[in-house]
Structures are given as structure tokens and as C-alpha cells.
């Protein structure tokens, strides 16, 4: 059953959720209520009008249903894939308990999916107001703020270090949930309200964030976040031993051979990367996964759908299970890890319960090791940039989303910390619009009022 299961998903990377027929979208988009206080609408942090696109459905207004959706959430398409729903649009559905909710998720899938079947452009660029913004990072955070400011009539530029726009829509989530030419889409419904994308622009290297204070009127940082930070453990520097957002990224750019074809692997970690992690090296042909946990499944920080999706799979789960060290054979290859068995503590001041080795160690077996226990964040490059930081997190006013040095603004990962909610896509193109209306307010202060020879009108 398991070679079946394996043979099955080896190298099918093709998107796993079916889309809704036109015939399925209309009867489902039917079932709405059309709540008048939509509780759909509270629960979605963009504030997408759902009863609104979802009646343009039902009266064959695609292309308004997908501007409706678009307007409010500059990264719609890719958070009809990757947004949990059940816990936040469908989870709060006057139908939920009662019937099934409304499919939300699928329904904005399905709108979005026939304008970029149908090649359509949804926005155009407001009338220049003569100044300009840039913006470092072209992720979700980056892309909602570039297309708001553009709408508004910005001069804006994206500078992005990657060979392609996009950030975590188009390199960290699995090309199975999240196809590229998704993202890409979005990066061109952005680019078409007059945005200029450089990409291989890393700034700190190729140029300076003084130089782009200077150039700009303002800038936003939108940077995410960096690498999978190590495990320090013995052996993580011994060949077949992987970061996890480098992994993801290395399938989506079909970098990666049959080298897993047959091999185990254990993935160190349990958020949503290391179910990515995990299900990616299922399809490329591994034939045992294991993730392992230093705590317990109600502890885990994945998805409930993600868990789901990971067990669909044939993923197994190693709880209260955490590293030791890892060991190598004679040619500097991983050959096996060895793992503490953990117990959970009473939960502390900050709630979160916290684990203790229980003195048993064990040896598994293993080919390739993938670490997926967070990331690290930029904060040495910000700090020597004098942008105050707490523990590599850009310190802003809530407010404002302003950092330490007026005119500098950040959104997105990079501004995320622990007890602030949680990291999503959606909430990062949130951010990025609530950016971009701070931003605005601040160049309205700073703009110079045009002489009368300056005015055009037409």
C-alpha cells in the first residue's frame, strides 16, 4: 500500500485541490446568504466584500467577482490556495454547524482563475502625484503596498534580490498548492499599474539603503525573513542535510534529481514548511517520511488541513521526539540521527508548555535530514543600517507601520513576533495596504503644492 501511495505522488507536483466547474461555482455561490452583517467579511483580515463576489457569480459577473476579490486583497488568487479558511472566512459562516459552510476559498479560486484564464488586467495606475516610493521585497507585503501606492498614482519600484518576483508565493510554498504562474500573475496585475520590478537587486549588495532613502520620497521594507536557522547539533553540515525553504525552493525551480527516489528522510520541526518539506520529498520519490516533533500534536503549529493533507500522504509522525545529533558515513553522507525522547512540562508564564529529555536516546535510520524549525531574521544587516530591532524583529508604530527613521516603513515577516497573531499571507498583504495608506498620508505632508504652471489636467 505504501510503494503504491509512493509511486503514485513521485514527481507529481501538480496542484492537489481540484478547481469548482462553472456548473458547481453557480450552485455553490447560490447556497450564500448574502448575510447583510457578514460575519465572512469580518473574519477575512483583507475585509474581501464575500457576499458581493459571490453574488456576481451567480449573475455571470466573473470578471467583477474577481475585481471585488483583487481590490481588497492584491494576492487573492494565491490566498484562495494557501489561506485556512476553515479558520477564518468559512469558519465564521452563518451556515457552519447547521448545513456546511460556504465554500469561500474555492468560489474566490474559481474568480480569480477565470481572469487569469482570460488574460484579464483588473487595475490601472492613478494619476502621478510626482513622487516616488521604493520598496524592498516583492512578497506579498511588498506586492499589496506596490499596488496601492501605484493605484493611488505613486512612482513606485520594487527591488527584489531574486531572479523572480513574488517572495514566498512564488519560491517557499509547494508548487502542488501554490503553482508559480499564480504568483506570477500577480506579480503582473501589479506590474500593469506601471510598478518597475528589479530583479537581482539585493539591497545591501548591489545597492545601499541610503541610496534608496535619497532616490525615494519614502521607502518600505517588506523583506520577510531569512534561512531556516541550524539545529546546533552535531553532523547538520554533513551532505544530504537541508534547509527547508531552500528545499521547497529547489523543487519549484525543478532543480532537484532523483536522488531521493528510495530514500528516508526525516524532516526536524512540525509548522506548515516542514509539512511542505515533507510532502515535497514524498513526491520526489522518498520512501519513508518522518517528521519529528519535540512536542505533541496539539502543540504543533501547522494547519489542520496541513496535518491532514501530510497524513493523506503517508507522512509519519515522531512526537516528543527531538534531535541529538547526526551521523555520517565514510563519505560525509547522512547515514542516521540520533534522537532524545522528550516529556512536556507544566505550562509556563507565557502559557506554552515547554519539553524536557526523559534520558532514552534512540537511532533512526535515515538518508536525507530537512530543517524546518523557523527562520532567522536580517538583524545584522538592519541594525549596521541604524533601524532599531527587538531580537531581529523591525520594531514599528502600529499605527503608522513606521520604523526608527522617519520615511523608512516595514510590513510583512519582517515586523511579525510572537503573541502579535498569526503569519499568513493574508495578513501580510493586509499589512502591505495598511502600509501603503500610511505612506500616503505621510507624502501628503511632505509634497509641495504644485504652482499653477505645474497643473495639467486631463
Not at 519560491?171 to 499599474?193: A, D, M, N
Amino acid at each position: 500500500m505504501n510503494e503504491n501511495l509512493t509511486e503514485m505522488l513521485r514527481t507529481n507536483f501538480e496542484e492537489v485541490e481540484p478547481p469548482l466547474s462553472k456548473q458547481e461555482a453557480v450552485e455553490e455561490a447560490n447556497r450564500c446568504l448574502y448575510c447583510y452583517d457578514a460575519p465572512c467579511i469580518t473574519a477575512c483580515p483583507t475585509g474581501i466584500d464575500i457576499p458581493t463576489f459571490i453574488k456576481k457569480i451567480t449573475t455571470e459577473n466573473v470578471l467583477g467577482s474577481a475585481r471585488t476579490i483583487m481590490e481588497a486583497n492584491p494576492v487573492g488568487a494565491s490566498c484562495a490556495r494557501v489561506c485556512p479558511t476553515d479558520e477564518l472566512c468559512e469558519g465564521a459562516c452563518v451556515l457552519h454547524g447547521s448545513t456546511k459552510p460556504i465554500m469561500i476559498g474555492k468560489l474566490q479560486r474559481y474568480a480569480t482563475d477565470w481572469a487569469i484564464h482570460n488574460e484579464k488586467v483588473l487595475f490601472r495606475s492613478g494619476r502621478s502625484k510626482g513622487q516616488s516610493v521604493g520598496i524592498v521585497g516583492s512578497g506579498p507585503a511588498g506586492l499589496s503596498a506596490a499596488r496601492e501606492l501605484a493605484v493611488m498614482g505613486y512612482e513606485v519600484t520594487i527591488y527584489e534580490a531574486e531572479a523572480e518576483a513574488g517572495g514566498l508565493n512564488t519560491y517557499g510554498i509547494v508548487s502542488f498548492r501554490l503553482p508559480k504562474r499564480i504568483s506570477f500573475w500577480e506579480v503582473e496585475q501589479v506590474k500593469s499599474v506601471g510598478v518597475m520590478i528589479l530583479t537581482n537587486t539585493k539591497v545591501g549588495r548591489d545597492i545601499e539603503l541610503t541610496e534608496l532613502r535619497n532616490k525615494h520620497d519614502a521607502v518600505i521594507l517588506a523583506i520577510g525573513m531569512a534561512s531556516v536557522p541550524f539545529l546546533q547539533i552535531e553532523g547538520e553540515k554533513l551532505e544530504g542535510v537541508y534547509d527547508a525553504i531552500e528545499f521547497v525552493k529547489s523543487t519549484k525551480n525543478k532543480e532537484l534529481t532523483e536522488e531521493f527516489s528510495g530514500k528516508r528522510v526525516a524532516v526536524i520541526g512540525a509548522g506548515n514548511t516542514a509539512i511542505d518539506g515533507a510532502t515535497c520529498a514524498k513526491r520526489l520519490g522518498a520512501s519513508n517520511v518522518k517528521i519529528l516533533y519535540r512536542r505533541t500534536e496539539h502543540e504543533m503549529t501547522a494547519y489542520d488541513f496541513e496535518y491532514e493533507f501530510a497524513k493523506q500522504d503517508g507522512i509519519e509522525f515522531r512526537w516528543l521526539t527531538s534531535p541529538a545529533k547526526i551521523i555520517g558515513n565514510q563519505e560525509g553522507r547522512v547515514k542516521s540521527i540520533e534522537y532524545m525522547e522528550m516529556e512536556l512540562t507544566d505550562a509556563d508564564v507565557d502559557g506554552r508548555r515547554k519539553t524536557i529529555p526523559t534520558g532514552s536516546r534512540q537511532t533512526l535510520p535515515v538518508d536525507f535530514v530537512i530543517r524546518a524549525i523557523g527562520q532567522t531574521r536580517y538583524a545584522e544587516w538592519l541594525t549596521q543600517e541604524g533601524i532599531k530591532v527587538d531580537h531581529g524583529v523591525i520594531e514599528v508604530d502600529h499605527e503608522h507601520y513606521e520604523t526608527s527613521i522617519p520615511g523608512l516603513f516595514a510590513c510583512g515577516d519582517a515586523i511579525f513576533k510572537n503573541g502579535s497573531g498569526e503569519a499568513m499571507v493574508v495578513t501580510a498583504a493586509e499589512q502591505g495596504k495598511q502600509t501603503a495608506y500610511s505612506v500616503h498620508k505621510f507624502l501628503l505632508n511632505k509634497r509641495k503644492p504644485l504652482r499653477a504652471e505645474e497643473v495639467k489636467y486631463g
